[in-house]
């Protein structure tokens, strides 16, 4: 399928060109032309969404849930230009980009499965007791209902489930808010054919054409805008620390603060007990090579460190990883930014004394090869340098003297998406310790796995602590999210006819 590329922005259902253009920067294919984001198109795109809501967040479940199932419909149709494009950009292989789609679609549908239901709603009712004594009980119900719109940031690592109608949007629309998304500019093409599917949509649904905009690219400014509009009621992000954490000090500067909702990386931290090492170290080494590298290692739940006891195992489990990682072929990283980033990160590891080279490797342009390092616990708990992410295929193996130094290590990790415990039978006791640190430091434990597969369900956590996220209490991925795009409203003594139709 064809596609032919208008670089525009979708704003309240007109497709809109600017003065300024920039370049995408792809991978291997054509270079593309597309328009520059402005203050004045998020103003005009932030004004159509708060008069879609009195439409839109007034809507039917049912009619919401054959939108969300719509915007599938329209991004399957379009499947093929898709994956062309996003290979493209990103450097992605096919089958990766095919999974991605049915992701993002299987998460729209999930989410109009989810709304039917109505559970989300949380209702509640305590009926009146005009006898109480003292005093009599009023008649109070209780729903959730949706808080205005939303703006969406689109990632760089996925082009599809985490960008234009990715999970933040998905979950937004389906509380009834409408959504404007901020493209990321290392996939403006992607994100035009899928904001084309959901415009689609939009028009076979007959809604509020401010219901969704997509503006790409732009300056700083065109973000601060964004975040800074007083109708925009809440903030989707998944990225950099550094972004992530300017742009939520944004949002608690202004006028009226709002929940910022920012995904912003993970070590996640892997701890491998001593008769689950005994019994298959040269297993879980080979295993978390894999993990490593699976996309270039652009994935915010990769497993970046693992922590293992000193010993015979230990050197088994190192042995095993480096052999797996030096078999691995270089990959193409999704920008050249991310790779000078990864390359970068690298030379930190390299300049620390305090860290043994176990696989060093040079790599080219937007071309990563995997690096492994090893340090110890004192070092990496004197050093925090050696807990920020890098992003990328690197890995670090921190080896601890006993049980009792991986819990106190356990303890000096920031906050994490993941952390994953390795153990057999024998070792349910140094678990059973374990666990109750792991807790507080990540929004996802795993036994005897790898974090990098997240589920889209509904017991999945996608969040952390600070800074794995800057909202402990939510997630960005499984049906929890929609929670995080509304608030709980009372209605007292209300007669029948006055009360939502969810309540009636």
């Known amino acids: 399928m064809d596609y032919e590329f208008h670089g525009k922005h979708l704003v309240a259902g007109e497709w809109i060109a600017t003065d300024q253009r920039f370049d995408n920067e792809p991978a ?37 849930a054959r939108f969300l199932e719509n915007i599938a419909d329209k991004i399957e149709a379009r499947a093929q230009a898709i994956t062309q494009i996003g290979t493209q950009e990103t450097g992605l292989p096919e089958a990766r980009l095919n999974g991605e789609r049915g992701r993002t679609t299987g998460q729209l549908r999930l989410f109009a499965e989810h709304i039917r239901k109505g559970d989300y709603l949380d209702r509640r009712h305590d009926p009146a007791l005009p006898d109480r004594q003292p005093l009599p009980r009023p ?46 500019s290392a996939h403006p093409g992607t994100s035009e054919i899928v904001a084309e599917a959901i415009h689609a949509a939009i028009r076979a649904c007959n809604l509020h054409p401010g219901v969704f905009s997509l503006i790409q690219g732009g300056r700083r400014d065109v973000g601060t805008a964004l975040v800074q509009h007083p109708v925009i009621k809440a903030v989707g992000f998944t990225g950099s620390l550094a972004g992530g954490r300017a742009l939520f000090d944004l949002c608690a500067s202004r006028p009226e603060p709002i929940p910022f909702f920012g995904e912003l990386g993970s ?24 993990s490593l590298t699976m996309g270039a290692g652009q994935f915010c739940t990769n497993p970046g460190i693992a922590v293992v006891q000193d010993g015979p195992e230990a050197d088994r489990f190192t042995a095993a990883a480096r052999s797996a990682l030096e078999q691995a ?34 790599s080219d342009g937007r071309q990563a090869s995997p690096n492994l390092y090893e340090t110890t616990a004192d070092a990496y708990l004197q ?5 920020e992410e890098v992003f990328g295929p690197l890995g670090l193996i921190v080896r601890v003297r006993d049980a009792e130094e991986m819990l106190r290590l356990a303890r000096g990790f920031d ?5 994953t415990i390795h153990m057999d039978d024998a070792d349910l006791a140094a678990a059973q310790r374990l666990l109750p640190v792991l807790e507080r430091k990540a929004g996802r434990v795993l036994v005897n796995g790898f974090p990098t597969g997240v589920e889209v369900c509904d017991t999945m956590v996608h969040g952390g602590p600070y800074p794995a996220s800057t909202n402990f209490g939510a997630t960005s991925v499984g049906t929890l999210s929609i929670r995080r795009f509304l608030r709980p409203v009372s209605y007292q003594n209300f007669p029948e006819g006055l009360l939502p139709e969810d309540l009636r």
């Open 28 to 64: 291997h294919g054509p270079v593309r032309s597309f328009s520059v984001g402005t203050v004045e198109l998020v103003d005009r795109a932030c004004e159509a969404a708060e008069e879609a809501f009195w439409d839109y967040g007034y809507s039917s479940r049912e009619d919401r």
């Open 139 to 184: 008649d109070i119900r209780l729903l959730e209902r949706p808080i205005g719109p939303v703006a969406v940031f689109g990632a760089s690592n996925f082009p599809l489930a985490f960008s234009t109608a990715g999970g933040d949007t998905a979950a937004a629309l389906a509380a009834g808010c409408p959504v404007v998304v901020k493209g990321h």
């Open 267 to 290: 070590v996640n931290p892997m701890f491998l007990l001593p008769a689950a090492m005994a019994a298959r170290a040269e297993q879980i080494g080979t295993g978390w090579a894999g």
């Open 329 to 362: 072929a270089p990959q193409t990283m999704l920008t050249a930014g991310i790779a000078r980033a990864y390359h970068e990160g690298k030379d930190r590891f390299d300049g620390r004394n305090a860290v043994k080279p176990v696989l060093t490797t040079d």
């Open 383 to 387: 050093d925090h340098m050696l807990g």
């Open 415 to 419: 906050g994490q998406l993941t952390a």
